[in-house]
């Protein structure tokens, strides 16, 4: 019943731009602290940010900080991901997740998990 959707993904080149877009469905969005994490081929799936129900508060591991923004919009039931300055290590498969803890930095800390959407970055 819960689905969360991310979309935004596709190829760009290095130094690009994407913004990736997760809408949620079948809860109570902002009752639910949101994240977004990566996993590239080969590698174990990392956190990129997360961001608090009312987005106050957010936290970014190390591949996010200074080049991705995470935010919400909870009129829409969606959470979003800015990329900035893309690089080919940034390829990966990027999943939006829900959980109900605050600033959850661990993926065992969340209860819902979306499909994920591709991105690739040429060099």
């Known amino acids: 019943q819960v689905q969360l959707v991310a979309s935004g993904g596709g190829l760009v080149q290095a130094g690009g731009s994407l913004r990736l877009s997760c809408a949620a469905s079948g809860l109570t969005f902002n009752n639910y602290n949101m994240g977004w994490f990566r996993q590239a081929p080969g590698k174990e799936r990392e956190l990129v940010a997360t961001i608090t129900w009312s987005g106050d508060s957010t936290y970014y591991g190390d591949s996010g900080k200074g080049r991705f923004t995470i935010s919400r919009d909870n009129a829409k039931n969606t959470v979003y991901l800015q990329m900035n300055s893309l690089k080919p290590a940034d390829t990966a498969v990027y999943y939006c997740?829900?959980?109900?803890?605050?600033?959850?930095?661990?993926?065992?800390?969340?209860?819902?998990w979306g499909q994920g959407t591709q991105v690739t970055v040429s060099s």
């Open positions: 997740a829900a959980a109900v803890r605050v600033l959850p930095l661990r993926s065992q800390e969340y209860r819902y």
